[in-house]
Structures are given as C-alpha cells and as structure tokens.
C-alpha cells in the first residue's frame, strides 16, 4: 500500500487548510483512513480517523471541532480550521483495516507526511 499526502504549508493563526491522501496499491476491500501528527521529540499522536463509507468518524479532543476528516473512497481528506500554532506538525495519512488498529497504531501503513506550520 502506497500513501501520498498533500496539502500542507506555513499559514497563519486562524486560518484555514484542506490535507489530502491518496492510497493505491493493494488496497481492496473496505478500510480505515486517517491522520496523525508529529512534532521532533514526541510521538506520533492520532488526530482523525474515518472507517469506509465514514460510518464512524473520531476526532483528538484536541481537534475536535476544528478539523474534519472525509473520504471518498480511496481518498481521504482533513479540512482544518482555525488553526493554531500548536497544530504545527508533520501530518501522516495512515491506512488500516479498521479504525480500532488505526487509532492504536496496529498494522498501519503510513505515508509520508506533509509539514503544516501555524505563524503566530
């Protein structure tokens, strides 16, 4: 499974920005997709996750009501809002069969990450 994320870049407190992550290669059959973020020095933390068909949807409290994940299909997208610089991170898509491994980080494919800054 291959994982291509975009969409990342240096924007301002309060403003808006929109990750997207395609997966292809052998990825038949339903699954979870999602996004993590990481800062130098700490783990990698779960932000949003989305089963297929976005029957279920989880959010970091940290995110929640700010950010919102989607899919569609093979694509899974994060449309972040009022953004702050503590959101500043290296951003992964990840793909696993589920959103229980997914959010534990179990089986999970990972992409290669987009960098998003937040400028005070």
């Known amino acids: 499974v291959q994982l291509q994320a975009s969409g990342g870049g240096l924007v301002q407190v309060g403003d808006s920005l929109r990750l997207s992550c395609v997966a292809s290669g052998r990825t038949s059959g339903t699954y979870a997709m999602g996004w993590f973020r990481q800062v130098p020095g700490k783990e990698r933390e779960f932000v949003a996750a989305?089963?297929?068909?976005?029957?279920q949807i989880f959010y970091a409290v940290s995110v929640k009501g700010r950010f919102t994940i989607s899919r569609d299909n093979a694509m899974v997208y994060l449309q972040m809002n009022s953004l702050k610089p503590e959101d500043t991170a290296l951003y992964y898509c990840?793909?696993?069969?589920?959103?229980?491994?997914?959010?534990?980080?179990?089986?999970?494919?990972w992409g290669q990450g987009t960098q998003v800054t937040v400028s005070s």
């Open positions: 989305a089963s297929w068909g976005s029957r």
């Open positions: 990840a793909i696993a069969d589920n959103t229980t491994m997914l959010r534990r980080k179990l089986r999970t494919y």
